[in-house]
Each structure stands twice: as C-alpha cells, then as structure tokens.
C-alpha cells in the first residue's frame, strides 16, 4: 500500500514538473527578452556582411538613419526623414529592406574610382572576356546604369542619368549600348536618351539596338524623361535613321500603343514612305 501511494504520488510529481519547467521557462526567455530590449528612446544597429539586424523601442528615426548612414562603406544621400519615433524588431535584413521598412527613401553615391584603378580601355574588357575580371571603374559605370532601373528609390534614376552624361565617354558609351537590352524598360528608356545625341558609331548592331529602343519611347509610357519629343526631335533631323530601319517603324503600325502608330505613321510619311 506504501508502495501504491509512494508511485501515484510520484506521478502526480511528474506530471507536474513538465508544466513547471514549461512556466519557468517562459518566464526566463520573457526575462531575457526584456534585459535584450533597448531602453526607451534607444535601439541597437548591428551589421553583418550586407545584412543589417535593427532592434528599436520608440527611437528617434533620424538617429537610427544617422547610424544606418554610418555603418554603410559607400556614399548614401537619404530623402526627408520623418520626425517620428520607431519601435521595430528586423532580423538579418538587407539595406534596401531595413530602410524600407523604415519608410526611407535614399539614393547610393558611389565614390568614383582611384586613378590606379583605370585601365586601358582595351585592356578593360580583355581582362573581363579572358579571365572573368571586371575592373573597378567597369564596376563603377555598371552600378550607375543599375540605378537607373524602375525601382522605389526616389531619386537614385535621375543622379544616375546626371552622372552619366557627365562623364560619357567610350567606356560609358558600351556600357550604356549594352544596356538598351535591359530587362527593365525605364533602363532601355535611360540608355537611349544619353546615346540618342551622343552615338556617333557605326557598329549595326549598336545603331539597332538604339534604334529598336528609341521607337519603343515613341510609346505612351509615362516615362520621367522627355523621351518622345526627344526622339522625334533627332528623327526629324537625322531622316536616315528612319530610312535604315523602315521596317522596324513600319512593324508599329500595328502597335497596341496608339500614340506609338500615329507617331511611326507620321515619320514614314514625312520620308516619303505611303505604302
């Protein structure tokens, strides 16, 4: 009888130990989590590789773009900051996702390149087609015409067409020939409209590439940049473009894009083609 009564009360124990663990457990990892947390008004940055962890409790934003702005190597130019205090918890985040979670809108300033790091412009791209080397100032040019893509960052599109136009010259010009083949269209749109006035090659491949992308902005397409009126300025002026590649704007004569037909329709008629 001892026996029975010593094992239930044994049971009874262990059945109630597991729950005890369980509680205490709770409020330990609850203890630990609050002594983790920043104090009011403060949080805690860290950074590791591109990923960024932001832990928050009603800090200052200013202050937390302020070390944000600090922890990044290169250049980053923010938009107005909101006056507001944030309370977050992001975990192993990129940058583009911490700020914008935060509701930060930045643009890159990338450095330009030490004058040790200029190559030869033959030298540039035989390194890169034989041993898979892409020099730094290559690097540069390439992070430039990336920003011009149609993404959420205000800003970082038109610093980068400024840039570019800028400082054109031959290795601008194949980066940018390269890139009116750009998935995104607002980079097609970009590249064209530095190229439009600026080409001056005979390489078929470049001139319809160009040429391919200039008649896509004849399109209704809302683009930031004059690239209609900029388009048929030069087509006005330079007839042969139309001449040349007659088929490709007669192929837009049944386009979707109304504006697009009227606007292939009107050069050819001006260049003598009624057919």
Known sequence: M????????????NVKNPVLIFCASMLLAAATASAQRPQPGAFRLQRNGDRFSLEANRAPLADVVDAISRSVSSG???????????????????????????????????????????????DAWLMEEAVGIVPAHIQFIRSWIKNMEDD????????????????????????????????????RQYAAHILIDRYSGNDPVAKERLIKAIIEGLRDDGADI????????????????????????AEKLHSDDRQQRLLCAALLAINGRTE
């Open 152 to 187: 959420y960052m205000y800003g970082n599109a038109t610093a980068a067409l400024n840039w570019l136009c800028s400082n054109y010259g031959p290795e601008v010009e194949r980066e940018l020939i390269d890139a009116l083949t750009s998935d995104d269209w607002q980079v």
């Open 2 to 13: 001892i026996e029975k009564q010593s094992f239930g009360q044994g049971v009874r124990e």
């Open 76 to 122: 980053i130019r923010f938009g107005e900051v909101p006056d507001k205090a944030v309370t977050a918890h992001y975990p192993n985040v990129t940058l583009e996702q911490l700020l914008e979670r935060l509701g930060v809108s930045f643009v890159l300033i990338y450095q330009r390149p030490e004058p040790h790091l200029k190559y030869e412009l033959t």
């Open 226 to 249: 004059p690239n209609q009126r900029t388009a048929l300025s030069y087509l006005f002026q330079h007839p042969e473009w139309v001449n040349d590649y007659k088929a490709l704007f």
